[in-house]
């Protein structure tokens, strides 16, 4: 059955393609098609246009996964080949909601970074946040490749209101990261809960594709046999 159900991974702000390393492996060697495309994060309407091009490539059926601010991206993406929506620690405004609506809803923790365009109009996770806020359970390897690949984001993906999010129609898993510091996990129990989400939660930090794969493997290969059972045709 190798090859019957592909998988598209969205990274966040702040990481890009090579934070799914240790979940592009393990899914390829299951026999499934795996792109993790990067996104331009200069504006929300550019990184969906990047996964739609992305899109393309794939045959159906598709589930689609999201970290942090990409959980926004993914929900405008549309399509029959999308079948199943993942959600690792992100982000997912209501239509008519912005990103920054969502991230910024209730109190932060107070190792949050407090963040802030530069003089270029972008937006970078200060150094000492990736081990107080964003990776506190990477290690100091994992943390240099972290902070030495970072992408910035613009505000001009996260001030502008998303259309009806996918997720209002398709059937969707969320890995609820108990111990995130970036996204706090009653925020993203709010989201989870309003969206009807199947929740996995686990003890695990902001970006657990790189500090417990084995958690996030578990929820993708979840709604993947879902998906290949036809549960949700």
């Not at 890995?175 to 709010?190: G, H, N, P, Y």
């Amino acid at each position: 059955m190798a090859n019957d159900v592909s998988v598209m991974l969205a990274h966040g702000a702040w990481a890009d393609g090579s934070s799914w390393s240790k979940i592009i492996g393990p899914l390829a060697a299951d026999g499934i098609k795996v792109v993790a495309p990067p996104l331009p994060l200069t504006s929300f309407r550019e990184d969906v246009a990047a996964l739609d091009r992305s899109l393309e490539r794939l045959s159906a059926p598709v589930v689609l996964a999201g970290h942090a601010y990409a959980g926004a991206v993914i929900g405008a993406l549309r399509g029959d080949k999308l079948k199943a929506l993942v959600y690792i620690a992100a982000l997912a405004p209501d239509e008519g909601e912005t990103v920054a609506q969502v991230f910024t809803r209730g109190e932060p923790h107070p190792l949050a970074p407090k963040l802030a365009p530069d003089d270029h109009g972008l937006i970078y996770l200060p150094d000492p946040a990736f081990p107080a806020a964003f990776a506190p359970n990477a290690t100091t390897q994992e943390l240099a490749v972290l902070a030495a690949v970072q992408r910035p984001i613009s505000p001009a993906c996260i001030t502008v209101p998303v259309p009806r999010p996918l997720w209002k129609d398709r059937p969707t898993w969320y890995l609820l990261a108990q111990q995130d510091r970036m996204i706090v996990s009653d925020k993203q129990r709010f989201m989870a809960e309003r969206m009807a989400a199947r929740v996995r939660a686990h003890q695990v930090d902001h970006i657990p594709s790189v500090t417990a794969p084995s958690a996030v493997l578990d929820v993708l290969r979840e709604a993947i046999t879902a998906v290949r059972n036809g549960q949700f045709a």
